[in-house]
């Protein structure tokens, strides 16, 4: 079955892609996973995630390593392969953004 989908590129343009999705159960799971490992995020200061599953695990790490040692940020490389400091307020909200897409991926 052929699906549109609308995708917002990282410049704010609006995109309609047409793909396939297959109607089985497992191959729906597929196309979500494969989905969801490709995925990023965008803070409101332009800051670019990574946000499958492994990376949002990578942050939790992150956020709990620089709570236990008092400290607020730490060199993060980003999904577009820049090093960057990022501070643990920008950790969480990759994480929310993240668990929020990922929801939305399953959900919709």
């Given at each position: 079955m052929l699906q549109t989908?609308?995708?917002?590129?990282?410049?704010?343009?609006?995109?309609?892609?047409?793909?396939y999705v297959p109607t089985?159960?497992?191959?729906?799971?597929a196309v979500?996973?494969?989905?969801?490992?490709?995925?990023?995020v965008t803070l409101?200061?332009?800051k670019l995630f990574d946000s499958d599953e492994e990376s949002q695990n990578r942050i939790l790490r992150a956020i709990q390593v620089l709570t236990y040692k008092n400290e607020i940020s730490t060199m993060w490389k980003l999904a577009d392969n820049t090093?960057?400091?990022?501070t643990l307020d920008e950790f969480n909200e990759a994480l929310?953004?993240?668990?929020?897409?990922?929801?939305?991926?399953w959900f919709e």
């Amino acid at each position: 079955m052929l699906q549109t989908k609308i995708k917002k590129k990282a410049n704010g343009l609006i995109k309609k892609i047409k793909e396939y999705v297959p109607t089985t159960k497992s191959g729906l799971k597929a196309v979500k996973l494969e989905e969801i490992e490709k995925s990023t995020v965008t803070l409101t200061n332009g800051k670019l995630f990574d946000s499958d599953e492994e990376s949002q695990n990578r942050i939790l790490r992150a956020i709990q390593v620089l709570t236990y040692k008092n400290e607020i940020s730490t060199m993060w490389k980003l999904a577009d392969n820049t090093t960057s400091e990022v501070t643990l307020d920008e950790f969480n909200e990759a994480l929310v953004l993240a668990g929020e897409q990922q929801s939305a991926i399953w959900f919709e």
